[in-house]
DNA sequence: CGGGGGGTTTGATCCATGTCAACCGCAGCG
DNA sequence: CGCTGCGGTTGACATGGATCAAACCCCCCG
């Protein structure tokens, strides 16, 4: 988990991994630390990875020991059943955390695999305690970080308890369109990373439904569709359609 | 909500909240705790609350201070969407935390609501964090804690994205159960605190979904039902259901 | 002891979404 | 450059659970 041993022996400079340069700093671990304490961070953090499309950073199961932060790129995160049913429990981008739910057992409770060619940080956890238990404003922001996961996951489980398919969708693709704008990419144009499938198992659907909802959707307006890319045409509209509550 | 009027006048002992004396400690936040880490953690929960029947502990909106443990009891929480849909996203009992969702707003993201006559222990947030910061036990349990609620709504997702109606009913009894068990009652028998709508609420299904359900577990004699008395028969049988899918 | 009301059960019907199937279209590859 | 195959779209039909409605049961209260 060192450096490769090609860029050893060449002495290839080798980019630091380093938060304080990083230009995700404000949406991920770091915020709202002072320079010093950043300094202190980017000790702990030396070692990241890339991680191919397609490929798992971790699986359900594997022994825990560090959390992720990604870096650039995209991931899903699922869950499997014995019986083989499986659910999309959460789609990550750049500057989010992976890996938070293992802390319980010690184990991974799910696969998280890139959606993209990406990259990630590992975070060594138990230096992470460590750390946090030394500087209060990291500590603080972690739990933070947890507590929002945990908000998040009460508006999935609200999205799939009481909305209907063209609800949920619209709900999700106000979502990605946020978290881009974020980002600071556009947020009424960009590409879905992953199949008509994956969102259908996020969001309780089946891919058909799914498909049908994004037509429905650009025969009112709403959205341009052309395969995985989205232009969002009508915000206000997306918003009233999840709120609609007919029936 | 320091003690009552009454009580300091008369001088009657109160009994002092303390987390060493109290036998959830083993399901709660002081697991693994050292008699004297333990006295250090007593001192900081110093007020207990009883909460009636129907009342909200606290309500989404209201600035967050503490987190709650549930000392007896029963509570459930829900969420409320602008147009007026709500969904009970967890059912809590004794030895159970309440409020970790408030963490990332210091605001309150949902209603807590007690389901029977209730005590909880208030644990001052701010002063949890710095004594998290001295004790490691505390901060990594503390930490355990916040990622198996993760995990928890995971399964709910789980539940609510690939289940059918019987299955999760299934599911939901198991849950009880285990809960129940862990707490030294029968694992076969109990009152359910909560009416077939907040069931059918957490589970995403309309109340007379959940009454039929109940019907056909009793009919295939899996359980007895009275009112909210329940009685399980069949644990094997309840579990095949949950992993039966047939279509 | 006789209402009254909230919670529950059960039946009849409807509808949103699942299922099954055919076809399309773009991307990757020989 | 034309297969080949995966992902996506669309249509026809099936069905699980929602909806609407009625009746029931138990508990509380007068």
Redesign the pocket.
């Known amino acids: 988990m060192s450096l490769s041993p090609v860029a050893k022996e060449l002495s290839i400079p080798v980019i630091k991994t380093a938060c304080s340069n990083c230009n995700l700093r404000e949406l991920c671990l770091p915020f709202g630390l002072s320079e010093e304490e950043m300094a202190r961070l980017d000790e702990l953090i030396n070692v990241r990875k890339r991680v191919k499309r397609g490929e798992h950073l971790y699986r359900a199961g594997q022994p825990f020991e560090s959390i992720f932060a990604i870096r650039s790129g995209f991931f899903k995160t699922d869950v499997l059943l014995e019986d083989g049913r499986d659910q999309v429990t959460g789609f990550q981008m750049a500057g989010e955390l992976l890996g938070l739910d293992g802390i319980s057992t010690e184990h991974h409770s799910c696969n998280a695999v890139a959606l993209e060619d990406s990259e990630v940080c590992y975070i060594p956890f138990s230096r992470l305690e460590q750390l946090s238990r030394e500087i209060q404003a990291l500590q603080h922001h972690f739990h933070k970080v947890m507590s929002r996961e945990i908000v998040r996951d009460h508006g999935v489980m609200m999205l799939l308890g009481t909305?209907?398919?063209?609800?949920?969708l619209a709900a999700f693709l106000l979502n990605l369109s946020q978290r881009f704008t974020a980002r600071g990419f556009s947020h009424s144009e960009f590409n879905?990373r992953?199949?008509?499938?994956?969102?259908?198992s996020y969001l309780?659907?089946?891919?058909?439904?799914?498909?049908?909802?994004?037509?429905?959707f650009?025969e009112e307006g709403l959205i341009a569709?052309?395969?995985?890319h989205i232009r969002i045409l009508d915000i206000p509209g997306l918003k009233q359609i999840m709120s609609h509550h007919?029936?």
């Open positions: 909305m209907r398919a063209e609800e949920r879905l992953m199949t008509r499938e994956e969102i259908g309780g659907l089946k891919l058909e439904t799914v498909s049908r909802a994004f037509s429905r650009q569709v052309q395969q995985k007919s029936h």
